[in-house]
C-alpha cells in the first residue's frame, strides 16, 4: 500500500470516527466542555480506532442491510463505553446497558453510520430525505434531553442554549468541512475493500485498544461487571456476525463505495432539520398534570425499549434470513 492511498483511507475512517464523536461526545453529551487534555486524546485515539474496525469489520463480515450494522453497533457502543466513556456509560450496572450503552450510544451511532453512507453515496434523493429525517430525530432528542436532565435528573450543569448551538455548530461545521474539502478530494477512488485491515493493523489496532484498557483500568473506572459484560456482548454480537456471514452477498459498502459526492444542499437540509427541532422541542414546557409522564420519561421508557429489544430483533430477523436461504437452497438441490 502506497503512503497515498494509506492517507485516502485513514480520511473516510477519520470523517466516520468524526460523526460517532459527535453522536457520543456531544448529542449524549458527555460534558465535553470540561473534558482534560488526556480526556480528549483517549477520545481522539479511541474514536478513531473504533471508527476503522467498525469499517473493516462491516466488510470483512459482509454486512448488507441496517440489521447487520445494528449487531457491529451494538459491539461498537459497547466498547466505547468501556474504553472511552466507562465513568458515564456504567454509572449503574446493568441498567446503563439498555439505557446508556444501546438505547442511547448504538442508536445515535447507527443513525450517523446512516448519514455516513449517504455521504459516501449521495446520489439519490432518498439519501437527502433519509438524512434530513435522521437530523429531525436527533434534534428533538437533544433538545429534550439538554433541556431537562439538567433540571429533572442533575447528571449535569445546565448548558445555556447559545453554548449549545456554538458547541453542535463548530463541531458540525468542521466534520462537513472535512467531508467537503478533504474527503472528496483525496478518497475518491477508495473501495470497500480497501478498508479490510492487514493482520498487522489489526495488531496495531488490538494493541491501541489494550493501551486505552489499561489507561481506564489504572483510573479504576473499569469493573469486573462491565468487563464481563462487555465480553460476553461481544462474544454474542461477533457470534450472529459469524453465522449470518455470506461471502457471495454484496455488502451494503460495495452499494456506496467509491465514493460519490452527496450535494451540500442535502446537508444543509441535515442541519436545518435539526436546528429546527432541536430549538421547538427546547422550548416546549414540560407536560403536566400526568404524575411523572413528561418528555424526558418518554424518552427514558424509549432507550429502555431499545435497549432490550435491539439484539433479539437483529438476532430474529437474521436467524428468519437464514433459514429462508438454506430452505431456498435445499430445494435448489
Known amino acids: 500500500m502506497t503512503i497515498n492511498t494509506s492517507i485516502n483511507l485513514w480520511a473516510v475512517r477519520l470523517l466516520l470516527g468524526a460523526l460517532f464523536c459527535f453522536g457520543s461526545e456531544i448529542i449524549l453529551w458527555t460534558d465535553p466542555l470540561n473534558h482534560t487534555l488526556l480526556d480528549w486524546l483517549v477520545r481522539i485515539v479511541g474514536f478513531v480506532v473504533l471508527a476503522t474496525l467498525t469499517l473493516d469489520i462491516a466488510q470483512r463480515y459482509r454486512i448488507q442491510d441496517g440489521f447487520d450494522a445494528m449487531v457491529v453497533l451494538a459491539g ?37 453510520w446512516a448519514v455516513f453512507l449517504a455521504w459516501m453515496n449521495g446520489r439519490g434523493r432518498h439519501y437527502g430525505w433519509y438524512q434530513a429525517v435522521a437530523g429531525l430525530w436527533l434534534g428533538v432528542y437533544w433538545g429534550f434531553w439538554m433541556r431537562w436532565i439538567p433540571e429533572l435528573r442533575g447528571t449535569f450543569e445546565t448548558v445555556p442554549l447559545l453554548q449549545l448551538y ?11 468541512l472535512f467531508y467537503l474539502f478533504v474527503v472528496r478530494q483525496i478518497s475518491k477512488e477508495v473501495t470497500a475493500d480497501d478498508l479490510v485491515l492487514s493482520p498487522l493493523e489489526w495488531a496495531i489496532a488490538s494493541m491501541v485498544l489494550i493501551l486505552l484498557f489499561l489507561v481506564q483500568a489504572i483510573q479504576g473506572t473499569i469493573s469486573g461487571a462491565s468487563l464481563f459484560i462487555t465480553v460476553t456482548i461481544l462474544a454474542l454480537c461477533w457470534l450472529i456476525l459469524w453465522l449470518r456471514r455470506d461471502p457471495h452477498e454484496t455488502t451494503i459498502l460495495d452499494k456506496h463505495f467509491p465514493l460519490r459526492l452527496q450535494n451540500p444542499l442535502w446537508i444543509l437540509l441535515l442541519v436545518l432539520a ?52 438454506y430452505m431456498r437452497e435445499g430445494l435448489s438441490l
Open 76 to 112: 461498537t457502543a459497547i466498547v466505547y463505553n468501556l474504553l472511552i466513556n466507562p465513568e458515564i456509560g456504567w454509572t449503574l450496572v446493568p441498567d446503563s446497558v439498555l439505557t446508556r450503552i444501546i438505547g442511547g450510544d448504538a442508536l445515535v451511532q447507527l443513525i450517523l
Open 166 to 176: 456554538a458547541v453542535a455548530g463548530i463541531g458540525f461545521a468542521m466534520i462537513v
Open 274 to 325: 435539526f436546528t429546527g427541532a432541536m430549538t421547538v422541542t427546547y422550548h416546549l414546557p414540560r407536560w403536566e398534570g400526568m404524575g411523572d409522564v413528561d418528555q424526558l420519561w418518554l424518552m427514558e421508557i424509549g432507550t429502555i425499549g431499545v435497549g432490550i429489544l435491539w439484539l433479539p430483533i437483529v438476532a430474529s430477523v437474521i436467524a428468519t434470513r437464514a433459514m429462508d436461504r
